[in-house]
């Protein structure tokens, strides 16, 4: 088989920045996705619906004219978010979901959520109004070693919130782990996850090969090698509970290659061809559609998109860099040449 096509595909997490640096980004998820999920972790955060608002028409002001891609808007959540705003926001269809980050977990979390009891109130709304919340699911307690974030945070968290909110709509974003793959398959149809392509292609070791590589630093950090079996058995395996969120996170090059770098990988420019190797390595490119195109929609009750995108097997060149001096942005497989391309 030496072309592919399937039904136009979502991105259900990503990171597509403001500025000067969505300038730069947001075309490359344009180009590979109908419509995606946009992360609310700006600096000050996105948190009420006039502020989503406002990032929405930035982000259409940073794509050409005409462009079809739709941005999905997420309020982030605080201990003093509004309930009656993010209802009115999801009712009028600005909103599609709010996103809980435990406070310094990661990038721009710090107004995120220390007691998670304090944003009950705002579940109960949500849970009744079937809008759903999307989790970085990982303790940020200082005690619990960092690849332990993940299975902690279910086990202490994930389990009392649902026990709490039973009906509400789950993602939990990016997993990394068995813990999670576990979790996600042992819980009812309203709880599902997402899982990016390089937490499918890379585990813990590629940090550390030779040197410090801080292109591979990502949060959640890569586990071992059996948690990235596990990840990948349940991305390819044709269940509808685990979708495609690409959590395409870029930093400038100086703010990665540093002394404290920041934690992302900017993998929007060649997603889909990252996880059409890792379906092709597995035999089951049959099941890329549902992943990437069917699973995510229909679990946020969105319609499928209508058209198709064609990947061919004939080599995506992936540059080392984007951007030029202190704008430039490394991408994920920065100079590889990948089996797959995105051709339309
Ligand atoms: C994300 C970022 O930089 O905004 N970083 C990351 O490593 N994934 C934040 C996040 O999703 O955790
Ligand atoms: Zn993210």
Not at 86 to 106: M, Q, S, W
Not at 238 to 263: N, V
Request: aromatic share 8%; glycine share 8%; charged share 20%.
């Amino acid at each position: 088989m030496d072309s592919l096509i399937i039904r136009t595909p979502d991105d259900f997490h990503v990171h597509l920045r403001d500025g000067g640096m969505l300038g730069a980004v947001a075309v490359f998820t344009a180009r590979q996705f109908g419509r995606a999920i946009v992360m609310p972790n700006l600096e000050p955060p996105v948190i009420t619906t006039e502020q989503a608002l406002d990032y929405k028409s930035r982000i259409a002001a940073a794509l050409p004219a005409g462009s079809a891609f739709v941005p999905l808007m997420t309020s982030y959540l605080t201990e003093d978010s509004d309930s009656d705003d993010i209802e009115r926001g999801f009712v009028e269809g600005v909103l599609t979901a709010c996103k809980l980050y435990p406070a310094g977990a990661t990038t721009n979390s710090s107004r995120g959520v220390r007691e998670i009891e304090k944003v009950y109130p705002v579940l109960a709304v949500m849970e009744r109004i079937g809008m759903p919340l999307l989790i970085h699911g990982e303790v940020t307690d200082p005690e619990i070693d960092i690849f332990d974030r993940e299975a902690v945070f279910i086990e202490r968290i994930l389990t009392k919130l649902i026990a709490a909110f039973p009906a509400l709509k789950i993602v939990l974003e990016h997993i990394t782990t068995s813990d999670g793959v576990g979790f996600i398959e042992a819980s009812g149809g309203n709880i599902a996850a997402t899982i990016t392509p390089h937490h499918l292609e890379f585990n813990r070791n590629a940090m550390f090969q030779g040197g410090f590589r801080p292109h591979f630093y990502c949060l959640p950090i890569a586990k071992r090698e059996s948690h990235r079996l596990a990840v990948r058995r349940a991305a390819t395996s044709g269940s509808a509970k685990f979708f495609l969120g690409t959590d395409s996170a870029p930093h400038r090059q100086g703010a990665k290659e540093s002394a404290c770098g920041c934690a992302g990988v900017f993998n929007a420019p060649c997603a889909l061809e990252s996880y059409a190797k890792t379906f092709e390595e597995e035999n089951a490119l049959h099941h890329l559609e549902a992943f990437a195109s069917v699973s995510g929609a229909t679990f946020y009750g969105l319609p499928l998109n209508e058209g198709t995108i064609t990947l061919e097997r004939s080599g995506c060149d992936i540059p080392f860099t984007y951007g030029e001096g202190a704008d430039a942005v490394v991408p994920f497989h920065a100079g590889e040449t990948l089996a797959w391309k995105l051709i339309s």
